[in-house]
């Protein structure tokens, strides 16, 4: 199930954003810590009072670290020249006035939407020695090795086409269906973190095929398979 993380700055502005949410399909937390950011798919800062801004941009630069996280900016007052700094910070949507606050809940409904419908592809591929696909682990040399959801599912899809290359822009388009398809930045910070996880298996190395994406190789044992 997805989760929607809602930054709890103001209870009276949390209380209102969980009210709008709590009737969706997936699961809304209040979040309260920066490790909480491995464990959502999207995140609402809400803001009410301009002093606000710099926790709001200390959150952002977090943020930067789990790209995988989706994050929409809710504001009951007008922002000027604050919404092009929220912008270039990787804010996905800005969101101003309680008038337009069914707008926030149609952009989050519909991401979460494309996110579901790329986790049922991807979870229908087949699991064997290697992948946990209930855990989301990968098996390195007899240790469950636990992954983030994005660490996992560009796993699975390079399982799938192991010994073929996966490029680019193919990843960018099956897991990050809102980024332009040139932000390698994406791919290469989440592929670096799960080498990280699996580097030293005996049975599959991950390559990087030089200015075209990614492939999985198999080694000797698990080829045979």
């Known amino acids: 199930m997805l989760t929607l993380g809602i930054l709890g700055i103001n209870p009276s502005m949390y209380q209102l954003l969980e009210q709008q949410f709590e009737s969706q399909t997936y699961r809304v937390v209040k979040v309260e810590e920066k490790e909480q950011l491995n464990q ?10 301009k002093e606000q801004m710099n926790l709001v941009i200390d959150w ?45 809940t149609h952009l989050v409904n519909n991401t979460f939407s494309r996110l ?16 946990n696909e209930k855990n989301q682990t990968v098996l390195v040399n007899g240790v469950e090795q636990a992954l983030t959801r994005k660490e996992y ?22 897991l990050w269906t809102n980024q332009p398809k040139e932000n390698n930045f994406l791919i290469a910070n989440t592929v670096f973190h799960l080498r990280n996880k699996v580097n030293g298996s005996n049975d599959f190395e991950i390559k990087t095929i030089r200015s075209k994406g990614y492939m999985l190789k198999l080694k000797t044992s698990q080829a045979d398979q």
């Open 40 to 49: 959502i798919d999207g995140l609402i800062l809400s803001i009410d009072k």
């Open 60 to 104: 952002l630069l977090i943020c930067q670290k789990s790209p995988s996280v989706f994050v929409w900016i809710f504001s009951t007052i007008p922002l000027d020249y604050e919404e092009n700094i929220l912008f270039a910070l990787g804010v996905n949507a800005v969101v101003m006035t309680k008038e337009k606050m069914h707008y926030l």
């Open 116 to 131: 579901e419908n790329s986790n049922i592809k991807i979870e229908k591929q087949s699991t064997n020695q290697i992948i």
């Open 153 to 174: 599912q560009i796993f699975s899809l390079l399982y799938e086409h192991r010994g073929t290359t996966l490029p680019y822009e193919e990843l960018i388009e099956k």
